[in-house]
C-alpha cells in the first residue's frame, strides 16, 4: 500500500491519507488507533500490532463539532472532534488522547463520552517537565498505557515487538533528517510542500512500508541547488492547510530548520535501542524540544528559536499561530519581544483548520519578504 510511493503521492497522502489507510485495514484486517499531538509513544501502540495514527485536523466543513466545544477552542481541536464525530470515527478502534493543555484535557472527555463502543485512553504527559519527578511519571504513564492497551487486547506486550518498533520509528526519522540535509543545501531538490508531507505521512502510516517509500525517493533526488532562496527558520506546533508550503515555495523560501511538533519534534531524542525499551522512551520525553503547552524556563523558547537562526544562517523566523490556541497565545508576546530585540526578523503567521483562502497569508508574506530583500523590518 506504501511501499512504493513517489513525491506526488506523498503530496496527495498528506492532504487525505484516511482512505488509503482504510484500504489497508481491510487489506491487513488490523486495527487503527488514533491519537492527537503530542508526545504518545506511538511505537508501543505498534508494537501490539496497531496503527498508530496521529489525527491533525480535516479540511472537509465542521459540522458538528462547533456544537461540543466553546467558540474560543483552537482550530486544531475542533477539527480534530469534527473528523472523528462526522468523517472518520469508524475507521478507529480506538483512541490514545494526551493531555497537554485546558483544550485537549476536556477534549479527551468530549472523546470518550461520544465514543462508548471504542478503547479510549488518556495519556498524561507531565506538564512540568523540569520537576525531578517527572520523568517517574513519563515511564509510569507509558506502563499504563501499556497496561491498558494489553488489557484492551488481551494479551501482553512482546519486548522483542517493541525493541523492532522502536528500530522501525528510528528508521524512520534517521531517513527524515537526511532529506532535511538534503533540504537544506539543496533547495531545488525538493519543495517545503513535499518534505512536510513526508513529516505527516510518517506520523500516519505503517513505517514498514513508508520507509521503503522514502528510501527509494531519496535515492532518485536530483541534488539540485536552485537559486535566489531565502532561508528561514519556522517555529510553532503545527503548520496547516498545506497549501501554505506552496506559498513558500512560490516566493523562493526555503525552510531550513523548524520547532513544529509535526515536524523536528519528531525527529527529536529518538529512543536507544541497547537498553530497556521503556526507559528509553521515557528518556526521550526529556530530549524533545520546546512546545507551548509544557511549562519550562520561559527563555527555552526564545533559547532554542535563536541557536537554531543562527546555526542555520537562516535570514529570518515564521511563527506559525494556531488561531485560538491558548499556549502559543500565551508564549507569543514574550517570544516577539526577545526576538526583536535580538533584531532577528521574524513573520507571524496566522493559521486556521478550515481555512479555504490563503489570499491574506499570501499578500502578508510576500510584503515580509519583499522588505527583508530590501534590509529593513
Ligand atoms: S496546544 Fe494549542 S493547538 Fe494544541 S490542542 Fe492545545 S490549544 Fe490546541
Keep these: 500500500m506504501w511501499e512504493s510511493l513517489n513525491l506526488k503521492d506523498v503530496v496527495a497522502l498528506a492532504r487525505d491519507p484516511y482512505p488509503s489507510i482504510r484500504q489497508w485495514a481491510r487489506d491487513t484486517g488490523k486495527k487503527v488507533v488514533g491519537s492527537t499531538i503530542a508526545d504518545v509513544p506511538e511505537e508501543v501502540i505498534y508494537a501490539f500490532d496497531l496503527l498508530p495514527v496521529t489525527i491533525l485536523g480535516t479540511h472537509k466543513p465542521l459540522k458538528k463539532a462547533p456544537s461540543h466545544l466553546p467558540d474560543n477552542a483552537c482550530s486544531l481541536a475542533r477539527s480534530n472532534l469534527e473528523l472523528a464525530l462526522s468523517y472518520e470515527g469508524d475507521l478507529f478502534s480506538g483512541f490514545v488522547l494526551p493531555q497537554v493543555c485546558d483544550t485537549t484535557q476536556h477534549l479527551s472527555d468530549i472523546w470518550r463520552i461520544n465514543f462508548p463502543d471504542k478503547f479510549v485512553t488518556s495519556y498524561l504527559a507531565p506538564r512540568q517537565a523540569d520537576r525531578p519527578s517527572a520523568r517517574y511519571w513519563v515511564k509510569e504513564e507509558i506502563e499504563r498505557l501499556i497496561d491498558s492497551l494489553g488489557g484492551w ?225
Design 153 to 377: 487486547l488481551g494479551k501482553k506486550l512482546d519486548s522483542g515487538a517493541l525493541a523492532n518498533s522502536i528500530a522501525l520509528h528510528n528508521e524512520n526519522k534517521t531517513i527524515l533528517k537526511e532529506f532535511y540535509e538534503i533540504k537544506r543545501n539543496f533547495p531545488g531538490a525538493i519543495t517545503n510542500k513535499q518534505f512536510f508531507a513526508m513529516m505527516k505521512v510518517s506520523q500516519q502510516v505503517d513505517k514498514a512500508e513508508f520507509n521503503k517509500s522514502l528510501k527509494a525517493i531519496k535515492d532518485g533526488l536530483k541534488m539540485k541547488k536552485g537559486k535566489n532562496y531565502t532561508d528561514v527558520v519556522m517555529v510553532g506546533i503545527t503548520c496547516d492547510p498545506p497549501e501554505i508550503f506552496d506559498i513558500f515555495d512560490d516566493l523562493r523560501v526555503n525552510i531550513v530548520g523548524d520547532t513544529l511538533v509535526t515536524g523536528t519534534r519528531y525527529l527529536q531524542g529518538a529512543p536507544a535501542l541497547n537498553g530497556d525499551a521503556i526507559d528509553a522512551l521515557a528518556d526521550r520525553h526529556f530530549k524533545r524540544g520546546f512546545f507551548s503547552p509544557i511549562h519550562d524556563n520561559v527563555y527555552k523558547n526564545f533559547e532554542e528559536v535563536k541557536k537554531l537562526y543562527k546555526e542555520t544562517k537562516a535570514k529570518a523566523v515564521i511563527y506559525v499561530h494556531i488561531e485560538f490556541c491558548e499556549s502559543q497565545e500565551y508564549d507569543l508576546p514574550d517570544l516577539k519581544d526577545m526576538i526583536k530585540k535580538e533584531g532577528i526578523p521574524m513573520h507571524v503567521l496566522d493559521t486556521e483548520y478550515q481555512t479555504t483562502s490563503l489570499s491574506h497569508v499570501l499578500t502578508r508574506a510576500q510584503a515580509f519578504f519583499e522588505s527583508l530583500k530590501g534590509g529593513s523590518l
